[in-house]
């Protein structure tokens, strides 16, 4: 098994295995863990180089990390157009307006990864934004929440979705105030 480089005893150490919930000591050599278990059966892993660490009784826990990846929504968004790093309206729309230039016919502009909350002059997207340059060209960008998503005017015509358009339960089709036309936000 070798030696650690770092042994931590006189701890509360919970490993998630249902045999044995917590242990006392850790041995740990370089990344992994070579062992974990009671102070006296670690004590036989310790070298002459190994840094001993008293837990005090303290509680030790794994890492935990949430990747929450969505990986079929994450790999196609590797070969879309990614908008992540817009600052601005203004780079939003430059982003869309190059992508836009290189859609074969028939093509659709998807992606995402807007956030309009990061942008130094927060405001939300519209499709008028973009329609002028995309007008056949479909668009459907979500947010990086992906709890709200941007549609051009080609994209919700795509859709059916109209002034009349009645937004179904639990989602929201943004409407202009003024005119009742959808703005091109679609929530949930």
């Known amino acids: 098994m070798g030696t650690a480089e770092l042994l931590i005893s006189n701890a509360c150490i919970w490993t998630g295995n249902a045999s044995m919930p917590f242990a006392e000591a850790i041995a740990i050599q370089g990344e992994r863990i070579l062992a974990v278990g009671s102070n006296r059966e670690l004590a036989a892993l310790r ?98 929440d992906l709890h709200i998503a941007f549609a051009n005017g080609a994209a919700l015509s795509l859709a059916g979705i109209d002034r009349d358009t009645v937004s179904p339960q639990g989602g929201v089709i943004e409407a202009d105030p003024v005119t009742g036309e959808p703005t091109g936000i679609l929530k949930d």
């Open 47 to 144: 070298g002459t180089n190994t840094q001993v660490l008293d837990g005090g009784g303290n509680l030790i826990l794994p890492g935990f990390i949430d990747n929450h990846t969505h990986f079929m929504l994450g790999g196609f968004q590797l070969l879309s157009l990614e908008l992540r790093g817009c600052k601005s309206r203004e780079e939003f729309v430059q982003a869309i307006a190059m992508r836009a230039g290189q859609v074969a016919k028939d093509g659709w502009i998807v992606g995402g990864g807007w956030n309009n909350d990061h942008w130094q002059q927060p405001a939300v997207p519209a499709k008028e934004w973009i329609d002028g340059f995309t007008a056949h060209i479909p668009v459907y960008l979500t947010r990086s």
